[in-house]
């Protein structure tokens, strides 16, 4: 593709790895859109990009300068017309939704997306707890002790609410949103019920949809979806809401150390969130993750839609003896499911039925990037 979107929150690495592949193509010419050097090159952007029409331009935090969407469409499209080699642009964004829409836009057709998440449990080694309990961003997890990650964390919270979200023109008060952010950390992995969180915050509910809808975008809550199917059963059709990072929910929450987080009634939604974040992560491209759940209480923590239209469901257990619920084997069979695993701390995979299989994290993680 003539472009590529990489997309992650702050501070993920994407800088990082756009630098790395500027350093193996020596021709390579990076912008920073948030220095003003840099901008000021691009004050007329469509000269200064074709004085390096055949160079690898990346551009990053592509969102502070919507207008150079059109502008990259007019430098693509005319190469095409010329039969000339395609140039190529590297495009590092924060915002995921307002980034899609924009490029969407003007690049429909001429652009692919990549999104970047933390540091994952394959690439960490065995150092799983310290994984769950610092997050993936790379500054927390490296940091020096426990208490060194938990300053690094404290300090991305305050500068995204203070700093980096009013710089999307988002006007909301800092500590409003750490109020807010702080009870959805309190219900992580739990449905997403808008009246409650309004009640307690003494805002509308179209207030909390719009705070939610923010820290959507800015990669920092996901909200799982729930499967929609016809299988004669009363279906949950609300949402769940996950902080994405460990690491951030534990910060939010006061819990520092590993100690901290076992002895925390988040101990399983933690580590649920957590498993779910890594699989994910380590999924084909173009698979759907959603979660199923009847109002009878039959429940599939994650279920994931491959690419195939296999349908894989996946429970989550922080147990040293994980089993396989009653609701999670109905589920299955309501479903239909092709696989069925049970996610659990431990290293050994076994099967604890005919048709499920107890697996630790890193080895369903490794299934699934087989498959991409």
């Known amino acids: 593709m003539p472009a590529v979107a990489l997309l992650g929150p702050r501070q993920v690495g994407k800088t990082t790895l756009a630098r790395a592949i500027a350093a193996e193509s020596p021709d390579c010419l990076y912008l920073d859109l948030e220095n003003p050097r840099d901008v000021a090159r691009l004050a007329d952007p469509g000269r200064y990009l074709e004085l390096h029409a055949d160079r690898l331009v990346i551009l990053d935090e592509i969102q502070r300068m919507p207008d150079l969407f059109r502008v990259l469409r007019g430098q693509i499209d005319e190469r095409r017309r010329s039969g000339r080699r395609s140039r190529h642009f590297l495009l590092l964004g924060s915002a995921s939704d307002t980034l899609l829409q924009q490029s969407s836009e003007s690049l429909a057709g001429r652009i692919t997306y990549h999104e970047l998440p933390g540091l994952d449990a394959l690439e960490v080694g065995s150092d799983h707890d310290t994984l769950w309990v610092?997050?993936?961003?790379?500054?927390?997890?490296?940091?020096?002790?426990?208490?060194?990650?938990?300053?690094?964390?404290?300090?991305?919270?305050?500068?995204?609410?203070?700093?980096?979200?009013?710089?999307?023109?988002?006007?909301?008060?800092?500590?409003?949103?750490?109020?807010?952010?702080?009870?959805?950390?309190?219900?992580?992995?739990?449905?997403?019920?808008?009246s409650e969180l309004a009640r307690s915050l003494d805002v509308s509910v179209p207030t909390v949809t719009r705070y939610v809808d923010l820290l959507s975008d800015l990669m920092l809550v996901r909200r799982l979806p729930p499967w929609f199917a016809n299988v004669g059963k009363r279906l949950v059709k609300t949402p769940k809401v996950y902080i994405r990072d460990s690491g951030v929910l534990h910060s939010l929450l006061g819990l520092g150390t590993l100690d901290d987080v076992l002895s925390h009634p988040v101990i399983g939604a933690s580590w649920e969130g957590f498993v779910i974040e890594n699989l994910i992560a380590a999924a084909p491209f173009g698979t759907d993750a959603w979660f199923y759940r009847t109002r009878a209480g039959a429940e599939i923590d994650l279920l994931l839609n491959m690419p195939d239209r296999r349908l894989w469901a996946v429970e989550v257990k922080r147990s040293a003896a994980p089993r396989a619920g009653k609701g999670f084997e109905l589920a299955a069979s309501d479903l239909e499911v092709d696989e069925r695993f049970v996610v659990h701390p431990g290293r050994e995979p076994f099967p604890l039925s005919r048709t499920t299989t107890a697996v630790p994290l890193v080895d369903l993680m490794a299934r699934l990037e087989a498959l991409g």
């Open 134 to 194: 610092r997050g993936g961003f790379p500054d927390s997890f490296t940091a020096r002790s426990d208490a060194a990650s938990a300053r690094w964390r404290l300090n991305f919270v305050r500068t995204y609410l203070e700093r980096d979200i009013p710089q999307f023109g988002v006007r909301v008060p800092a500590e409003t949103l750490r109020r807010f952010w702080t009870m959805l950390g309190h219900r992580q992995g739990g449905l997403l019920n808008a």
